[in-house]
């Protein structure tokens, strides 16, 4: 078995990667496939708290690397699913601690045994970057609809262009906020989209759960009811080749329509 | 009556649609993130692409006239290539006359521009010109050798006998993606 080898990066530090790949991880386990997820951001390793498994943590990737443990005794199993693990970053260490073969070594020898090997990749586009995107044979290019995000994805799309290894790149757009985008104070996702012309493999609207879902490292697509976590699982399904048509953010619009909607809010606080 | 009115813009925004309110940021953004890709994506500065385009608009000339300040280069990405766009508003065609004309004027300048370069010498106030490479100045140079010749100098009345519709045209170049 040849598992997939995705890399989740964006250039720009703070869009939502380290969410996306604890969600999308997540959620690709849920649906019953075995998922690893490697934190390679060295020195600021995240991963590990969004999915609540920081006291868990023995050994790194850096350990790996350096023989001080086997590879499968790095992996940390998920509390809820085993089917998921987390292969953590060192946090002590730095960039240079590691190199892109070392890591396309790593992703190698996992994907044997998973379905998914997914890679967090760190912010920026120096040796951390290139690390990450070694192993990997997909992309997916996070961004959120600032003109600094989206710059950075750019700069992203053509450094994956370049690499012969990537065979496909998506855009995932994070953070939207529709009732911004209707008064014209936000890039809507087709302006986005237009301007990276790159195909998009998500739409995650901005959303309160996530502060809360990562105070409690618990990846909001655990949560049924919230709309990012709706958002991250149809990002799932399509990485699975499956068509669901992308989440209808807009808000209603007309008189009525606000009425209703603000019947709705003061329905959803009671 | 303040606070009438206040009441009455408070009303009549709750009607209105959303599309009308606030100030298009989104639009502001958009450009600009645009122009700045275009640049990231072509490592053309802003400097370069306004002596292009000064460049262009020089050849041009000698065969159509143009609305030079209307006129439009974009670059436009269609899947992995870069397309620069060109729109050109065309206020009419020049006849065989005025096309030759202006090429012997092109070719003399030429000529003199070389012949300046042998001397080296900075005579007159051609040869000032001329040997400014800034985009402005191209442009001061291709106006001021119009006006000298006949090319150029009757652009007024010859328009006003042809229809003053303006075509545009699109002239597009292909270069590879970076």
Do not use: H
């Not at chain 1, 601690?97 to 997914?118: G, H, P, R, Y």
């Not at chain 2, 159509?64 to 436009?76: A, H, I, R, S």
């Not at chain 2, 004309?101 to 080296?120: R, T």
């Not at chain 2, 106006?143 to 002239?171: F, L, R, V």
């Amino acid at each position: 078995m040849a598992g997939r080898v995705i890399v989740i990066t964006s250039g720009k530090g703070g869009v939502g990667k380290t969410t996306t790949s604890a969600n999308i991880g997540t959620a690709l386990a849920k649906a019953g496939y075995k998922v690893v997820l490697i934190d390679t951001d060295l020195g600021l390793r995240n991963l590990d708290l969004l999915l609540g498994l920081e006291n868990r943590i023995v050994y790194t990737i850096v350990d790996v690397i350096e023989e001080r443990c086997k590879l499968r005794q790095a992996l940390v199993k998920d509390k809820k699913n085993p089917n998921l693990s987390l292969l953590a970053a060192a946090q002590t260490r730095d960039k240079s601690a590691v190199n892109a073969e070392q890591l396309k070594e790593i992703c190698d020898t996992l994907k044997e045994e998973n379905d998914f090997v997914l890679i967090d990749c760190p912010a920026g586009i120096e040796q951390g970057f290139q690390n990450a995107v070694a192993g990997a044979t997909e992309a997916i290019v996070v961004t959120t609809p600032e003109m600094s995000a989206i710059r950075d994805a750019d700069r992203i799309i053509g450094l994956l262009e370049a690499k012969e290894e990537i065979k496909s790149y998506k855009l995932l757009l994070n953070r939207v906020r529709p009732s911004l985008i209707k008064s014209n104070d936000m890039m809507s996702v087709d302006d986005v989209v237009e301007i990276l012309s790159c195909p998009l493999i998500g739409i995650i609207p901005e959303d309160t759960g996530i502060i809360t879902s990562t105070n409690k490292g618990e990846p909001i697509v655990n949560d049924e009811d919230a709309l990012a976590g709706k958002a991250y699982r149809n990002v799932a399904q399509r990485i699975l080749g499956e068509e669901v048509p992308f989440l209808d953010l807009d808000e209603p619009k007309g008189f009525m329509a606000k009425i209703k909607n603000a019947f709705a809010k003061l329905k959803a606080k009671v | 009556m303040g606070l009438l009115s206040d009441i009455y813009n408070t009303v009549a925004k709750f009607f209105r649609p959303q599309e009308e309110q606030g100030d298009a940021s989104k639009s502001v953004a958009t450009n600009r993130l645009k122009l700045v890709l275009m640049q990231d994506r072509t490592n053309l500065t802003p400097k370069i692409l306004e002596q292009m385009r000064g460049e262009l608009i020089d050849l041009l000339s000698r065969y159509v006239e143009l609305d030079k300040e209307l006129l439009e280069l974009n670059f436009e990405q269609e899947g992995n290539q870069v397309a620069l766009m060109l729109s050109i508003p065309v206020i009419r065609a020049k006849d065989e006359e005025e096309i030759e004309a202006a090429l012997k004027a092109e070719a003399e300048k030429l000529e003199q521009k070389a012949e300046n370069m042998e001397e080296a010498l900075p005579e007159g106030e051609n040869s000032d010109i001329c040997e400014e490479d800034s985009s402005d100045e191209q442009d001061m140079v291709c106006e001021s050798s119009g006006s000298d010749n006949t090319a150029m100098s009757t652009p007024e009345g010859m328009t006003s006998n042809n229809n003053q519709e303006e075509s545009q045209k699109e002239i597009q170049f292909e270069e590879q993606g970076s």
